[in-house]
């Protein structure tokens, strides 16, 4: 598949997606940044590492900013929490050049991914 291909294809996923599936990309679009970063740290690639680091501070902000605090109550409170503490790790990360924040922050948003992917299957189950 041609890059633009690819692009118009992920463009279309995210247009015709729902919330939950959103969600989803969201999480695995900071999970690939935050890969991305490692592999950056590992060739020495400072630049590539801060704007990777930068995208996944962007995406987990945005995940932050949309928490309804009226229907999620503790969930949603907890999840501020975690969100906060991965951003703080995400720029000691990049200050410290530190892999293993990044593989903490990696493992912390791919339990959370799990956790969203059952829920949307939930929901979608319970739609049908």
């Known amino acids: 598949m041609s890059n633009s291909s690819a692009n118009n294809y992920r ?3 995210i247009k015709t997606a729902n919330r939950g599936q959103l969600l ?3 999480y695995e679009a900071a999970i690939r940044n935050v890969k991305k970063a490692s592999i950056a740290l590992d060739k020495k690639d400072i630049a590539a590492k801060g704007a990777a680091i930068s995208k996944a501070h ?3 902000n945005e995940l ?5 605090f009226e229907a999620g109550g503790d969930i949603a ?3 501020e929490r975690l969100y906060n503490f991965i951003i703080e790790h995400l720029i000691a990360a990049n200050l410290e050049n530190s892999k293993e924040k990044l593989k903490a922050i990696e493992k912390i948003l791919e339990t959370l991914l799990g956790a969203w992917k059952i829920a949307v299957e939930n929901m979608n189950q319970q739609k049908k």
């Open 11 to 13: 463009e279309m996923a």
């Open 58 to 60: 962007d995406i987990v």
């Open 77 to 79: 409170r907890e999840l």
């Open 24 to 26: 989803v990309m969201l």
């Open 64 to 68: 932050l900013n949309t928490l309804n």
